[in-house]
């Protein structure tokens, strides 16, 4: 298992990836990691190189750089080394906490698409509020318009990574839509409807309201890729706003206030990870040949060794071996 | 001034209703309020009948009627009445807290459309966090399919509304999109984009992004009512889970949690105040020849009186007309 890591992208890079790498490496003995970067930066917070190979670049790609022109310029930017190792074969899957844009370009242009597949899709876990399980979301925003033969793909690409990855038997499979009724939704969300009913490759439970995600209304929703997009930024901005005005709220309250947050500090830490879901690993563009995935610019060491878990387990559940079968026999149907 | 008012409409009807008219009665001394539904049942609740009429029927539309069946059909419910007089001239403006899109096609079937606006938009004021102004944003999903002409003239109607009714001089009118850059979106956004450059009615500043909404990114946020709902729906139930978990933690946190939540007593009710709103009224569906405006189901008295002070806004501030005006203008052009 060779996993190739962009280790220049995101905000604490290379620090946060390589100490990511080296708590991955301890639970993972059989994985080698390519960190593609500034071998002198990287080596800099390396204690040993043991399962640790650097492919030395000056090159990267910044995150306000222009996505598909950074691809196609920055050829030897780290994030495409590394993924022309991966369309080479010298690398099973690929890491990133770089410009998403980017990534999802080198996705689909340097490691392409699973034949069948017309339009992968940026997947995330988000948690389900009050249980461990959360639910898989796609299209999160890989694309702006899709038909409703991308939607079906994506229930079934859901299907496949909710059953392996996270180990769900018969997953539910909701399509987000204004209303739960059948007859409810716009051209595209009633033309899909209609399509998901008679799709025998998943367990389709009908429409799902935005209202109800994060109560587990499913356990994989789809979506169009701007819809996803929306939803997922309000429902980040909805909890980022309300986390900092209680703690407005808090310091306005004086001394009675500041107590009470004392006194509270376990409970509100127990919210704080109820809504974390980079405990879910990072978001991945799926549908690809192989995985790519993303975790936010922001993330710290966890949560790079949690996304390369999450990597993990979809090289050894071969998730992507097995939708490409399945979408061969589709194509060939 | 004549409100027309859904008496039956609503979880807590007609109590709550009769209740909240009561208390806007006090304040505006110059309304006249029509109350169409149960006399016997009305009557339970109402002191006095100063400044009140009440029309007796024994139909009304139910939470789960079909809207436009319910419409056609139970032509002497309440709300149907309620639209009618309003149709007829016998009122200015309809309240109702039922059955959401019944109103809807009450408002576009009976009270009409103002001549040129193809698509009225569903539009609410919804909370800044930290600040006493809100934003407004339609349209919340009156129609499910739009095209880039409508979400112009949401543009002008929101900028109408924050003008008129919210005193704001100038709003600064953002489209809803998956990315700040001027380049970003899908079709729809794209074409929208380019309409709204030219456009010399209203202030757009560009793409905003559903993560800055409760940030005050803008004043008017116009998008297309599928995704609105979803956005929409996505905030609220965000909101609700955190405040749920947050309770949750605090109970399982023992007595030293109990303890916290007392001291911070203040704090989180400054918070639920900041979130709620209802403050702010109704949802109108703007576009219409007079307001037709609905509130939650669920709601008390207050939020009765604070919307029927919003009708009072909208009527005094003579919005509609004004619409009038500048869509007789546009069609002539």
Known sequence: MKIAVDAMGGDHAPQAIVEGVMLARKEF???QFQLYGDETQIKAYLTDETNIQIIHTDEKINSDDEPVKAIRRKKQAS???AAQAVKNGEADAIFSAGNTGALLAAGLFIVGRIKGIERPGLLSTMPVMGQTTGFDMLDLGANADNKAEHLVQY???GSFYANNVRGITKPRVGLLNNGTEETKGSELTKKTFELLSSEPNIHFIGNV?????LN???DVVVTDGFTGNAVLKS????ALNIVSLLKQSILD????GKLGALLLKDALKGLKNEMDYAKYGGAVLFGLKAPVVKTHGSTGPEAVATTIRQIHAM???????KLVTQFEQKTSE
Chains 1, 2 share one sequence.
Do not use: F
């Open 29 to 31: 003995p059989e994985m």
């Open 253 to 256: 309250s004086g001394l009675k």
């Open 79 to 81: 994030m495409v080394l």
């Open 235 to 238: 429902i980040e901005g909805t």
């Open 209 to 213: 309201e935005a209202r109800d995600l």
């Open 315 to 321: 090289l050894e559940t071969k998730v992507v071996e």
């Open 155 to 157: 229930a079934i690409l």
């Open 216 to 218: 587990g209304a499913a």
